[in-house]
């Protein structure tokens, strides 16, 4: 039967075979070889989403701010004088772990068309990263490969990167997880949505020559990788920022013009996905002369255009009387634009080559048809926390935690990339969240992603949970309130039920998280099958969260100010160790329950935060995350170059807890004398638990008589290169 | 001058325009004159991205022989990083910008000492004066041979140093591996000088800083005062 003759071809694009009786229902007889690339480009789990989907139907994605939700491009949400911030991430795990550069960098290059094909001009980047420990050579060369790809794109397209993080875990040491995100600023009425809604307009390919480079580059994504992974290296894609940069400039110059349709990039299966995408939101069908499209090399099939993944292209519809002044624009910057094609009223996608027709099926079927999966879902018992020794030495711990990997300055990373063009930037990278300047207007954004993966190891749910907590905590340091989220879930193979059921619970944790939060999920991304040769990466949530401060002089900052200014703690610190940087530095099993957030808590706390800082009362203030109390305490020493005395920390934990658990819901802030009362009063108003800790000043970070340790001490250690 | 592939356009134009309220026109890279203009301001980006070398194929651009008959009858020209490649590629200003002695892209706050007060972007500026302002390149490793170094010292056409906050020139406070510690120079006249560090994202306290002011008063200082 047809099915068993197409077996080898079904593997090269990763269908089942009941996948396959669902093409052949569809189009009503077996598929050629080409109609089966599409449908196999389509229908992988990264362009359709068909194991998480169902899940993802739990997420809050609207609000009354929010202009555009999943589904479009990049997600949109109102920030007040005619303005809309949108924004996406997006995962370039697999091609990262083949190609580290070329992988980041068109994983950077992607996000960036992703925003500015909605007519945003984009205005920052934020990447997250995971790779394994840097004492492996293989490690070590992914980590400089792909810093030094989103530099080297990022720069030279000349939008700022502005913050992210990085963790090193075992874990990752097969995978490395590479998440970029891309924020970016359009006037409302200038937002637009990607959908070829009227029959009969032109179809214009603009940008480079289609080549043979990142064919079945979603269907690699969408498998688990292994040794021969390696000879998929013709698979990724090499980007050219500099005709990126072209690009973006005429497609923002196209936005102001008459008669376009619509402007949609190529991203993964390349043209396949998103002509097929573009006609099928606006209920129209398209027609494509494959001849028509510019190629880089002779010999290419309909099959190679069609699913070939090259970069810096974007398909623009227009009506047929704008073909011309959209063309003066391509020709001012120089760009090469082809016409590939038609909107037709047929609902179905027709490839002709050389007159004749090479495929034909239907719209629907191909972007929305694809079978779901449910995959069996297994959980993790929970064990657990494993005994530890007590801190016999707290000064020893502090500075080995400190100059630890995963703690370390950040700076000889973001000095690599430009973080200022543009001229907004108020707050940059190294701190909780960055702060951009909104041009022309008082208002600023922060900007932060956030994912503790050792959390969502010990519990999916309560993992993601701590994730949203800490991203929204982070926002709220800078003075500026959260208004939405976008979230890349990095995974490991979901066909292996303990898999599918960490993402089951971690999705749960962020609609639960989201919800409590009232934060609308405007935008995202899935990578599964983060697999190598059956290992499967830590679960990674990656949450990326956008704030709004609508008065920049009310901003806050994360360094000490001034001596004599009084630092508080704020929040409760209970015994959570389970899961900290301190019992990884010890080589503790990675047992236990992590740290749980209450969203009571946590929304008294914010909103407690937000009120202290719009009223000016805090000096500066400093989210408590990894690396507990004292690292938080030592960084804002650092970031102010300001000593601290503290006579000591008291309470009902242990000391190891009091110095390095990593409790949720606390943040450390430094406050005037003569405004002490009123901070009380403020955190009192709203039940906020807070401790004073001690005075600013001097040379030494000095807490009791457990710690000493002069500010140059410590950023030696702090310093410590990569 | 926008040149494909530049982004510091609308950062200068904003520093110009936004902040001290003078006249902005953009440059396109195929116009034929720049009559007209007071000063031309050639911002840093990546220039048809900086593929062959950097500024090596913007100089051919149709612009730049209007801008070099410009620049010789004395109007004020300004190349800030990637311009300043480019005006060394067109032999405006001599020497050359080598890759980064660290071979990495740089993007951080550094401090120059003003060396001399005599071009017309440093007027406003006294010999030792310390600026901060933040670089952003990965090829901003000056570097001419010795006689030419030692004539742009003697011509007074080294224009800033990188130094400590304090003013000394040292090894530590040098972000590229710079011969001298050279940021910027000038031409013998004075009306042309490129410099590495970026004054135009040092114009507003909000953002960090706003000693690049200093920079672009100086040029319109020396306008007023030819004019008057």
Not at chain 1, 147 to 163: K, W
Not at chain 1, 514 to 528: M, Q, W, Y
Not at chain 1, 691 to 719: P, Y
């Amino acid at each position: 039967m047809a099915v068993a003759i197409k077996r080898e071809q079904l593997d090269a694009v990763a269908l089942n075979e009941e996948e396959y009786r669902a093409i052949v229902r569809a189009i009503g007889r077996d598929p050629n070889d080409l109609e089966i690339g599409m449908f196999g480009a389509l229908w992988s789990e990264h362009c359709a989403y068909k194991t998480s989907k169902t899940l993802l139907r739990q997420l809050p994605t609207e609000g009354p701010h929010v202009l555009q939700g999943p589904g479009e491009n990049a997600g949109a949400v109102d920030i007040g004088d005619g303005l809309a911030v949108v924004f996406k991430i997006e995962s370039h795990n697999h091609p990262s772990a083949i190609e580290p550069y070329q992988g980041a960098a068109t994983g950077v290059g992607g996000i960036l068309r992703d925003v500015f094909a909605m007519g945003a001009r984009p205005i920052a980047i934020l990447d997250a990263l995971r790779f394994g420990p840097l004492d492996s050579g293989r490690s070590r060369h992914l980590f400089h490969g792909v810093v030094a790809g989103i530099g080297g794109y990022g720069n030279c397209f000349g939008c700022p990167t502005v913050g992210g993080e990085v963790y090193f875990d075992e874990g990752y040491a097969d995978n490395p997880i590479v998440n970029a995100m891309c924020v970016g600023l359009v006037r409302h009425e200038r937002l637009r949505r990607a959908s070829a809604d009227r029959a009969g307009d032109v179809v214009l390919l603009v940008g480079a020559d289609t080549g043979r480079d990142g064919i079945h580059g979603a269907t690699f994504a969408s498998v688990e990788m292994d040794e021969r992974s390696a000879e998929r290296r013709p698979a990724v894609q090499v980007g050219n920022p500099f005709l990126e940069k072209l690009l973006c400039e005429a497609c923002l110059r196209l936005n102001e013009l008459e008669g376009v349709t619509a402007i949609q990039d190529l991203g993964a299966a390349g043209l396949t996905s998103a002509a097929g995408e573009l006609a099928h939101r606006g209920h129209r069908g398209i027609d494509i002369d494959v001849d028509r499209v510019s190629r880089r090399e002779q010999g290419m099939s309909a099959y190679d255009v069609m699913l070939s993944e090259s970069q810096e292209r974007m398909l623009v519809v227009v009506r047929p009387d704008a073909e011309a002044s959209a063309r003066e624009i391509f020709d001012h910057f120089e760009l090469h634009a082809d016409r590939i094609g038609t909107i037709t009223g047929t609902a179905r996608m027709r490839v002709r080559e050389q007159g004749i027709t090479v495929a034909d099926v239907p719209l629907k079927a191909l972007v929305d048809g694809v079978p779901l999966r449910t995959p069996a879902a297994a959980f993790a018992e929970k064990r657990p926390a494993p005994a530890m020794p007590l801190v016999e030495e707290p000064e020893a711990i502090l500075l080995d935690l400190i100059a630890s990997p995963n703690l370390r300055s950040r700076r000889p990373i973001y000095r690599t990339y430009d973080h200022q063009v543009q001229d907004n930037t108020v707050i940059g990278p190294g701190f909780d969240a960055a702060l951009l300047r909104v041009p022309a207007t008082d208002k600023g954004l922060a900007l932060t992603t956030d994912g503790n993966s050792r959390y969502v190891a010990l519990d999916p749910y309560e993992g993601t949970r701590v994730a949203v907590a800490e991203a929204a905590r982070n926002i709220v340091c800078t003075g500026a309130r959260p208004i939405a989220v976008t979230n890349c879930l990095n995974f490991g193979n979901p066909e292996r039920p303990e898999i599918f059921g960490q993402l089951q619970e971690s999705v749960r944790g962020l609609a639960d998280a989201c919800r409590a939060l009232e934060l609308p999920v405007v935008s995202g991304n899935v990578s599964l099958y983060n697999e190598t040769s059956e290992r499967n990466i830590p679960p990674t949530p990656v949450i990326g969260m956008v704030g709004l401060l609508d008065d920049l002089s009310r901003r806050c900052p994360a360094g000490f100010q001034d001596d004599g200014d009084i630092v508080f703690l704020l929040g409760e610190t209970r015994e959570e160790l389970a899961g900290s940087e301190y019992f990884r530095l010890l080589g503790a099993p990675l047992e236990g329950r992590p740290p749980v957030v209450s969203f009571e808590a946590e929304r008294r706390l914010q909103a407690a935060m937000l009120d202290s800082i719009g009223r000016g009362v805090l000096r500066c203030a400093h989210d408590v995350s990894d690396g507990g109390l004292l690292i938080a305490l030592a960084e804002s020493a650092l970031y102010g170059g300001r000593g601290l005395r503290c006579p000591g920390i008291a309470g009902p934990v242990s000391r190891e807890a009091a110095y390095f658990g990593e409790s949720q819901g606390r943040i450390v802030v430094s406050v005037a004398p003569r405004r002490v009362p009123e901070l009380q009063k403020l955190m009192a108003n709203r039940h906020v638990p807070l401790q004073a800790i001690g005075v600013v000043g001097g040379e030494d970070l000095q807490v009791g008589s457990d710690i000493r340790i002069s500010l140059d001490t410590l950023r030696q250690a702090w310093e410590t290169a990569f | 001058m926008v040149f494909p592939g530049t982004w510091s356009d609308r950062d200068c134009a904003h520093a110009v325009l936004d902040v001290l309220q003078e006249p902005v026109r953009y440059i396109d890279h195929r116009e034929q004159n720049v009559d007209g203009l007071e000063l031309v301001i050639l911002p840093g980006g990546f220039s048809y991205g900086d593929y062959l070398r950097c500024g090596a194929i913007a100089r051919f651009a149709p612009v730049m022989e209007a801008v070099a008959d410009f620049a010789n009858r004395g109007g004020l020209v300004l190349g800030i990083c990637n311009g300043f490649q480019i005006l060394q590629e067109a032999r405006l200003l001599p020497g050359a910008l080598l890759r980064n002695a660290s071979c990495e892209f740089r993007c951080e706050w550094v401090h120059l000492r003003v060396e001399q007060s005599n071009s017309a972007f440093t007027l406003d500026c006294r010999p030792g004066q310390v600026l901060r302002i933040p670089i952003s390149h990965g090829e901003g490793n000056f570097f001419a041979d010795p006689q030419t170094l030692d004539a742009l010292e003697r011509n007074g056409q080294v224009v800033f140093r990188y130094c400590a906050p304090d003013g000394r020139v040292t090894a530590d406070s040098n972000p590229n591996g710079s011969v001298r510690n050279i940021a910027g120079i000038s031409n013998a006249h004075g009306n042309v000088v490129g410099m590495m560090p970026h004054p135009e994202r040092a114009c507003e306290p909000l953002l960090g800083g706003s000693d690049g002011l200093a920079i672009f008063r100086s040029a319109i200082h020396a306008l007023t005062r030819v004019a008057v």
